[in-house]
C-alpha cells in the first residue's frame, strides 16, 4: 500500500535517477523525504541536492541534464509557478528531466487543497505532461516518461502530475516492479551532446534573428513524433509490466455511452463509481479520462466521443476570463470535437477546486444537467460553478 | 550530497609570467563584445588559466549576448548558457552530475573544472540567492563575478555594485537628484566571506595584473571546494571612457583604492598589492563619463567611503608578492 | 501536418553548437576597426604586454620567428595594446592606409 507521493519515489528509485534536487513545499514534500531516506539508506546511489527555491530546483536539474545524468525534481502549488523561468529553457535545450507535481491550489490564500491549475498554467512551456489516477499509475507514469522523455528523437522534459492529497497522501494497491524489468523498459539516459571536456560544445548561444520561429517549429515538428513514441513505450510497457494501459485515455463504459465525462487526476475514480450508480439507474453514462494533457491526445478524443449526446468536462482547475469564463479543459475539448461530422453537446463543470472533494451527487447533479441538455438538444449554460449557482 | 567521494581533479601549477603562460587560447577571437572590453579580457585570461578541462556556465549578460550571438561562441570549452538568475545552480547541477558519473564509472575522465561567469547582477542581485546556495552546499565550483558596475547588457543600467555617483539609465542625475546614484555598493566578496562554511578561498583580481588574476583563477581551481572570485572589468561603453584606456582604469582602481586586491584564505586576508600612496579618487574618476555630472561634495563623499576602506586594508597590513597557487588535495 | 523548415532556417537540436576551434570564423570582426596597431619589431622587447591586454586574444607570439604577430581577421582596433606598450613599440595608423585595409574590401565578409 503506497501513497502517491511514495509511489512516485519508488518509481525515481527504479528508474535510477542520478541527481535530484529537493525543496519543501506542500503536498509534494513527501516524495522528497522518501528519495532522501533511501539515499541516506544506500539504497539509492544519487546525489541529493538541497535546492534554494523552486527555481533553483529546476535549474540544478536542467544541469545535471546537460552533463549527462538523469535528473529528478518535483513541487507544489506556487513553486511550480515559481520555477516558471526555467521551463522553456529545460524544453527548448532539450533536456529530459522529470519533474513530479502533486498539485495544489495557488495562493492566494495559501490553501493546501488539490487544484490542478498550478501545473495546468505550464502546458505550453513545452513539456509532456500527464495526470495520473491512481497511486500505481503514478509509479508507471514516473517510468513511462523517462522512457519517452528520453527517447533520442524527442528529448523534453515532463511533468509527472498526480492530485494533492487526494493521490498523494492516500494509499492504495501498487505493485513495486522489480528492478531488472524496469531496467528491460527503460535504458539508460544518453544526451546527445553532453557538456564535456572531450567533445566541447556551447549549450544555448543566441541564435540568429531568422532562427527565432524556425526553432518553434521544430520544437512543435517534436510534438508530432510524441504520440507514436508514447504508443511504443505503452505497448512495451504493458508487455513486460503487465498492465493494461490505454496509451492515451483511460475510457470507463464508452461503448453505448449517451452522456459522458471528461476528467483528469484522482476524482476520475469517483467519478466511475457516480458511472456505476447512474447505470443502475438507467443511465448510460461513460467516462473519458485523458493520461496526457502535452500532447493533447485530440484525435483519440474526438473519436471517443463521436458517438456520445453531450459531454460535460470536469474542471479541477481555473482559467479566469477564459472563452467558457471556467477552466481549462473544456476549450481543448471543444477544439477538439469541432471537426467531428456531428458534434456533441458540450458544457463545463467547475468542482474539486480548491482541494474540494467532488461528490457522488456532484457527479449525479452533472448527469442531471447532461441529461436535460440531450432532452433540450441545446446546451443552456457552458459552465457551471458547482455549489456556486443562484 | 551523496557520500564523500575522491575524485581526480588535475592540480594547476602557478603561472610565472604572461610569457610562460599557456599559448593555447580557450577565449577564441571572433565575438561581438565592444572593443576595449574589460569582462572579455577577463574571460580570455581566466579561459586561458583554467585550461581545456573546463565547462564554463554563463548566466544572462554582456559575456552570454555579446559572446554568443548568431549562433556562434568563442569557448573552446564546453559552455551553457544560464539564466541571469540561476547561474549558481545550473552549475551545482552540472558538478554534482559529474560527482554521481564518476561515482558509477559512467564517466572515467579528468575531472572537470567547472567556472560560473556572472556579471555583477547575476552574482550579488538577481543571481545572490543561487550564488549564495552554492557557496553553502560546498560544490567544487569556480564563480566568478565580472564585476563591469553595471547591467551593461540591457543598456547601462545600475545594479548593487555601481559605485556612489554613477550616471547610468536608472539613476540619471537631475535637478532633483544631482548625484545620480544615492546608493553605496554591495561588497561581492565579503558577502560571500561573512557566513558560507564551505568556503576557503576568495580574492579579487583586477586585469592590469594579468599574472596574478590567472594564478588567482588556478588556486581557487585548485581548492575542493566552492570558491569566488571577484574581478573587476572596466567597461567603456558603461563608463564611458576611452577603449584604450580599459588596462589603465583597472590600475587607477587600485592606485586610487576604489578597487583592493587580496585573498582570503581560510579566514586569513592577504593583500597583493596596496600602493604606496593612494591617489586621489579624483584621478580615477575624471576619465569616466559616468562621474562628470558630480560635484566637489559628491567627489568628497566617494573619498570618505574610499578612505574607510583604505582604512581597514591599512588595518590589516601584509602586503605579499603576486601570488603563486599551492597545490592542495 | 507536416512542418518543414528549410535548410538555411534550420536551428541545431536544443540549440547546441560544436565549439569552434582556433578562432570564431563566425564573427569575423576586423571590419570594426579604423585603426590598426603597427609593430616596430625593433624596439619591441617581448614583454607580453600587448598579448596580456588584447580581450579579442589578437596577439600571439611566433616562436618560430620570434616576433609579436597581430591577427587581421579579429582586431577591433580598441588601441589598448597601443597604449600599454611599454617599448613604444606599437602605433595606430589608419585602416585606409593599408591595401588590406578592412574597410577597403568591396564585400567585407
Known sequence: MLSGCAAAAQGAKLAEVEVICSYPIRPYTAIMMELARMVANGELDAEFIHGEGEHAQVSVVLGASAAGARAYTGSSGVGVTYAFEVYSPAAGGRYPLQMAIADRTLDPPGDFGSEHTDAMSARDQGWLMGWAATPQEVLDNTLINFRVGEDPAIMLPQFVCQDGYFLSHIPDKVIVPELSQVREFLPPYKAPHPLSTECPVSHGPQIRPDQGAPMDAQRAATFLEVPRVIERAVADYN????????????????????????????????????????????LKAGMVRPRWVRPWPTQQIAEAFAKVKAVASVETSTSYGGAMRGGNLVHELRASLYDLERRPLVTSFMAGLGGDVILLEDFEYMAKILTQMVQEKKTRQHVYWIGFEE | MGEAF?????????????????????????????????????????????????????????????????????????????????GGAVASGIEAAYKILARKKKYTGAFPNVIVMAGDGGSVDIGLQAMSAMMYRGHDILF???????????????????????????????????????????????????????????????????????????????????????????????????????????????????????????????????????????????????????????????????DEKIQRVKAIAVEAAIPTPKARA | MPIKVPKDREVPFGAITPAP????????????????????????????????????????????????????????????????CPADALSAAPELDFEDGVVRLEKPF
Open chain 1, 239 to 282: 508487455r513486460i509490466f503487465g498492465r493494461n494501459y490505454d496509451p492515451y485515455l483511460e475510457k470507463y463504459k464508452m461503448e453505448d455511452a449517451e452522456v459522458a465525462y471528461f476528467i483528469q487526476g484522482a476524482h476520475a475514480n469517483t467519478c466511475k463509481a457516480a458511472i456505476n450508480r447512474l447505470r443502475s439507474k438507467g
Open chain 2, 144 to 306: 566568478i563575478c565580472y564585476d563591469n558596475e553595471a547591467y551593461a547588457n540591457t543598456g547601462i543600467q545600475t545594479s548593487p555594485t555601481t559605485p556612489y555617483g554613477a550616471n547610468t539609465t536608472f539613476t540619471p542625475p537631475g535637478k532633483a537628484i544631482p548625484e545620480g546614484k544615492t546608493l553605496f555598493p554591495k561588497d561581492p566578496p565579503q558577502l560571500v566571506i561573512g557566513g558560507h562554511p564551505a568556503v576557503k578561498y576568495v580574492a579579487t583580481t583586477c586585469i592590469s595584473y594579468p599574472v596574478d588574476l590567472m594564478n588567482k583563477v588556478r588556486k581557487a581551481l585548485n581548492v575542493n571546494g566552492p570558491t569566488f572570485l571577484h574581478m573587476l572589468a572596466p567597461c567603456p561603453k558603461g563608463w564611458k571612457f576611452d577603449e584604450k584606456l580599459t588596462r589603465e582604469m583597472g590600475r587607477l582602481a587600485v592606485d586610487t583604492g576604489m578597487w583592493s586586491l587580496y585573498e582570503w584564505e581560510n579566514g586569513v586576508y592577504k593583500y597583493s598589492h596596496i600602493p604606496k600612496q593612494y591617489k586621489p579618487v579624483g584621478e580615477y574618476m575624471k576619465f569616466q563619463g559616468r562621474f562628470s555630472h558630480l560635484k566637489a561634495e559628491h567627489i568628497a563623499k566617494m573619498q570618505a567611503f574610499v
Open chain 3, 21 to 84: 576551434v582556433g578562432q570564431q570564423e563566425l564573427f569575423i570582426t576586423s571590419n570594426w576597426r579604423i585603426v590598426r596597431p603597427v609593430i616596430d619589431h625593433e624596439k619591441c622587447t617581448r614583454c607580453f604586454t600587448c598579448y596580456a591586454s588584447c580581450p579579442d586574444s589578437c596577439w600571439s607570439f611566433n616562436e618560430k620567428e620570434e616576433k609579436m604577430e597581430w591577427n587581421w581577421k579579429f582586431c577591433k582596433g580598441c588601441q589598448i595594446c597601443i597604449y600599454e
Open chain 2, 6 to 86: 575522491d575524485y581526480k581533479k588535475q592540480i594547476l601549477e602557478p603561472i610565472k609570467s604572461m610569457r610562460s603562460a599557456p599559448a593555447e587560447e580557450m577565449y577564441l577571437p571572433g565575438h561581438r563584445t565592444c572593443a576595449g572590453c574589460g569582462p572579455a579580457l577577463n574571460y580570455r585570461l581566466t579561459a586561458k588559466a583554467a585550461g581545456k578541462d573546463t565547462i564554463f556556465i554563463g548566466p544572462t549578460g554582456c559575456m552570454y549576448v555579446a559572446n554568443s550571438s548568431y549562433l556562434c561562441t568563442p569557448y573552446a570549452v564546453s559552455w551553457i548558457h544560464a539564466q541571469i538568475t540561476n
